[in-house]
């Protein structure tokens, strides 16, 4: 982790114990203690911890990163009570606004320290006992989401056959390093709209850049959670979010038309940690080159192994007099949902989704005379990343193209402008632009440009029908969440039992 990013991590925590001292030398004055040492960051909390008759380590706790944030909360509830104010009012003070809390309980005259024999005394009504538990629960279970592993679904078949709808993973945020929240105030178990209300689920109130501790950022093969780098604005109306991107319709009608048009509204801007969930493979990490021919995967020249659950659109041709359906393939051990099996208009012809395993099963029954893989094309080059007509590519033949690596730098061409100006401008704030044949970096002309992130090129493993990095481009390594790890449970018309606690490959 730099050593900037720590530093900010403690300046927080050194507010939290600072802001309130005003008021916690006052009650320290009535406690016996001297008001001084009420303004002395962290030593404070100790004395806190004496004067409640607390647990002194809990004050250690305070100085483990973002964790500690957690922890004086605690500390400050504690020492309310010493002053005889047990009410769920005052503790949610004593936590939240402990700035404002503290002050006006020691401005109060009427308020005496009762020492801690007294506080033991106290007993609380059965409803608190409660609710104290499940605060608790909270804090613990949203250390645990942001810190260890998060649950997650699989909200579209872009994974399938190896991911399908409605299976639910465990994410492994230990796999790569756990991320540090950009925006920490924000509602627990919700990601970025409260359910109901439909607003945001998070203040931006506080934000903090990018920190990941003990990084191992992604390898080849790895099923990787990210936030889509394409959703930091979107069309906040459903059946668009990142379904159907903002930057996919500002290219297609202007962005002058996209903000005045009604349809187009309202736009929500996300931070970095807010940004809609993406699951996909890596296929391609930092510095490497990729190329797809023909529906096939090269890195740096070499062919890339077809993940063996990874479905490959195949045109079917069945033998005379022969008809095939969903139950046909079923009979020979092939499982098909609807969008994976189509009946073309040319008769005994057809378009299936299969996996490897699955069309050698095919080739070798009784219905089919032939397989023969599919290839996608597309009329519209503007369609894919980089969304030019320089790049003529598309979902089966695409590159090739090099994928940024932090330190490493490129000279700056017309022919890879529009490939590395999004990374550079937005992924890594810069004021990037071009003009003339020349390119400007944050105001002044430069042909060369250094990353400051890794990247990495996503795909889902059912390529011909998955957005992924053909559509938008690179992910930096500031949006990777986690690692797939682990299939709990999963459910089409009913559990589906042989799924349930199958490692994510």
Same mark, same amino acid.
């Given at each position: 982790?730099?050593?900037?990013?720590?530093?900010?991590?403690? +300046?927080?925590?050194?507010?939290?114990?600072?802001?309130?001292?005003?008021?916690?030398?006052?009650?320290?004055?009535?406690?016996?203690?001297?008001?001084?040492?009420?303004?002395?960051?962290?030593?404070?909390?100790?004395?806190?911890?004496?004067?409640?008759?607390?647990?002194?380590?809990?004050?250690?706790?305070? +100085? *483990?990163?973002?964790?500690?944030?957690?922890?004086?909360?605690?500390?400050?509830?504690?020492?309310?009570? @010493?002053?005889?104010?047990?009410?769920?009012?005052?503790?949610?003070?004593?936590?939240?606004?402990?700035?404002?809390?503290? !002050?006006?309980?020691?401005?109060?005259?009427?308020?005496?320290?009762?020492?801690?024999?007294?506080?033991?005394?106290?007993?609380?009504?059965?409803?608190?006992?409660?609710?104290?538990?499940?605060? +608790?629960? *909270?804090?613990?279970?949203?250390?645990?989401?942001?810190?260890?592993?998060?649950?997650?679904?699989?909200?579209?078949?872009?994974?399938?056959?190896?991911?399908?709808?409605?299976?639910?993973?465990?994410?492994?945020?230990?796999?790569? $390093?756990?991320?540090?929240?950009?925006? !920490?105030?924000?509602?627990?178990?919700?990601?970025?709209?409260?359910?109901?209300?439909?607003?945001?689920?998070?203040?931006?109130?506080?934000?903090?850049?990018?920190?990941?501790?003990?990084?191992?950022?992604?390898?080849?093969?790895?099923?990787?959670?990210?936030?889509?780098?394409?959703?930091?604005?979107?069309?906040?109306?459903?059946?668009?979010?990142?379904?159907?991107?903002?930057?996919?319709?500002?290219?297609?009608?202007?962005?002058?038309?996209?903000?005045?048009?009604?349809?187009?509204?309202?736009?929500?801007?996300?931070?970095?940690?807010?940004?809609?969930?993406?699951?996909?493979?890596?296929?391609?990490?930092?510095?490497?080159?990729?190329?797809?021919?023909?529906?096939?995967?090269?890195?740096? $020249?070499?062919?890339?192994?077809?993940? !063996?659950?990874?479905?490959?659109?195949?045109?079917?041709?069945?033998?005379?007099?022969?008809?095939?359906?969903?139950?046909?393939?079923?009979?020979?051990?092939?499982?098909?949902?609807?969008?994976?099996?189509?009946?073309?208009?040319? !008769?005994?012809?057809?378009?299936?989704?299969?996996?490897?395993?699955?069309?050698?099963?095919?080739?070798?029954?009784?219905?089919?005379? @032939?397989?023969?893989?599919?290839?996608?094309?597309?009329?519209?080059?503007?369609?894919?990343?980089?969304?030019?007509?320089?790049?003529?590519?598309?979902?089966?033949?695409?590159?090739?193209?090099?994928?940024?690596?932090?330190?490493?730098?490129?000279?700056?061409?017309?022919?890879?402008?529009?490939?590395?100006?999004?990374?550079?401008?937005?992924?890594?704030?810069?004021?990037?632009?071009?003009?003339?044949?020349?390119?400007?970096?944050?105001?002044?002309?430069?042909?060369?440009?250094?990353?400051?992130?890794?990247?990495?090129?996503?795909?889902?493993?059912?390529?011909?029908?998955?957005?992924?990095?053909?559509?938008?481009?690179?992910?930096?390594?500031?949006?990777?969440?986690?690692?797939?790890?682990?299939?709990?449970?999963?459910?089409?018309?009913?559990?589906?039992?042989?799924?349930?606690?199958?490692?994510?490959?």
């Amino acid at each position: 982790m730099p050593i900037k990013h720590l530093l900010i991590i403690y +300046f927080i925590g050194t507010l939290q114990v600072l802001l309130p001292s005003f008021g916690l030398a006052k009650l320290f004055v009535k406690a016996g203690v001297p008001a001084w040492k009420a303004y002395v960051p962290f030593y404070n909390t100790w004395v806190m911890q004496e004067i409640a008759g607390r647990p002194k380590h809990w004050v250690f706790w305070q +100085f *483990i990163p973002v964790v500690g944030w957690f922890i004086t909360p605690g500390i400050f509830i504690e020492f309310a009570k @010493a002053f005889g104010q047990f009410s769920l009012r005052h503790h949610t003070m004593a936590a939240l606004v402990p700035f404002f809390y503290f !002050p006006w309980l020691g401005s109060k005259e009427d308020v005496k320290f009762i020492g801690p024999e007294a506080v033991r005394r106290h007993k609380k009504p059965s409803w608190r006992e409660w609710v104290d538990a499940a605060v +608790f629960a *909270i804090v613990a279970a949203t250390l645990i989401r942001t810190f260890i592993f998060e649950a997650y679904t699989i909200p579209s078949g872009s994974m399938e056959k190896t991911l399908l709808v409605r299976d639910f993973l465990f994410v492994s945020k230990l796999s790569y $390093g756990p991320r540090i929240p950009n925006t !920490p105030l924000s509602v627990p178990f919700v990601h970025n709209y409260l359910p109901v209300l439909n607003t945001k689920s998070y203040s931006e109130a506080i934000k903090l850049p990018y920190t990941r501790w003990f990084a191992s950022l992604p390898k080849r093969g790895d099923v990787v959670v990210f936030n889509f780098p394409a959703g930091d604005t979107v069309i906040h109306r459903e059946g668009f979010e990142s379904a159907q991107p903002y930057y996919a319709f500002v290219r297609k009608l202007g962005r002058e038309r996209v903000m005045l048009d009604d349809e187009f509204k309202p736009l929500v801007v996300h931070p970095v940690d807010k940004t809609d969930n993406y699951i996909k493979r890596c296929v391609g990490v930092a510095g490497d080159s990729l190329q797809i021919i023909a529906g096939d995967v090269f890195i740096n $020249g070499k062919l890339q192994p077809v993940p !063996p659950e990874a479905g490959r659109h195949y045109l079917v041709k069945a033998k005379a007099n022969r008809y095939l359906d969903r139950d046909n393939l079923k009979e020979l051990g092939i499982l098909i949902n609807e969008n994976d099996f189509r009946e073309l208009a040319t !008769p005994s012809h057809y378009d299936i989704n299969l996996t490897q395993d699955e069309k050698k099963l095919l080739e070798k029954s009784e219905f089919v005379e @032939a397989v023969q893989l599919s290839i996608f094309d597309s009329p519209d080059p503007t369609e894919f990343f980089p969304y030019d007509t320089t790049h003529k590519w598309s979902v089966d033949a695409f590159g090739p193209i090099w994928i940024p690596k932090k330190g490493a730098t490129i000279t700056l061409t017309d022919e890879n402008y529009s490939i590395y100006e999004r990374a550079i401008r937005v992924y890594e704030k810069n004021d990037f632009s071009s003009a003339n044949g020349k390119y400007f970096l944050n105001g002044k002309e430069t042909t060369q440009y250094t990353f400051k992130m890794d990247y990495f090129w996503m795909m889902g493993d059912n390529r011909q029908g998955s957005q992924d990095s053909r559509f938008w481009g690179f992910v930096p390594e500031d949006r990777i969440v986690g690692k797939a790890w682990m299939i709990w449970f999963s459910w089409e018309n009913g559990p589906r039992w042989k799924r349930l606690f199958n490692m994510v490959k």
